[in-house]
Nanobody, 119 residues
Framework: QVQLVESGGGSVQAGGSLRLSCAAS????????MGWFRQAPGKEREFVGR????????YYADSVKGRFTISRDNAKNTMYLQMNSLKPEDTAVYYC????????????WGQGTQVTVSS
């Protein structure tokens, strides 16, 4: 079983930056894809971006492209989400997720971390 734990959330003013971390633990961790998602109050969960673990290839939602960057530290089994130029509409609970294949649903999810951006 794999456990994912997010950290780094908090409150920031518009235009500010935060870096979220997603630390994985448990059995041998070798995901194919890890992703970031977010859910704002009253809204459905939405995709933010994803990372192909082996190649470090990334893909982002249009709403965050150019502002958010996903990276990973293989030695620490940790994925990061660097968020710059934050906007109030980025306010949400952010979740990381992992799956062992390139297709299908994500198998593992973290508990989420709150990000609040004030104007």
């Amino acid at each position: 079983q794999v456990q994912l734990v997010e950290s780094g959330g908090g409150s920031v003013q518009a235009g500010g930056s935060l870096r979220l971390s997603c630390a994985a633990s448990g059995r041998t961790f070798s995901p194919y894809t890890m992703g970031w998602f977010r859910q704002a109050p009253g809204k459905e969960r939405e995709f933010v971006g994803r990372l192909i673990w082996r190649t470090r290839g990334t893909y982002y939602a249009d709403s965050v492209k150019g502002r958010f960057t996903i990276s990973r530290d293989n030695a620490k089994n940790t994925m990061y989400l660097q968020m710059n130029s934050l906007k109030p509409e980025d306010t949400a609970v952010y979740y990381c997720a992992a799956k062992s294949t390139s297709i299908g649903e994500y198998d593992y999810w973290g508990q989420g971390t709150q990000v609040t951006v004030s104007s």
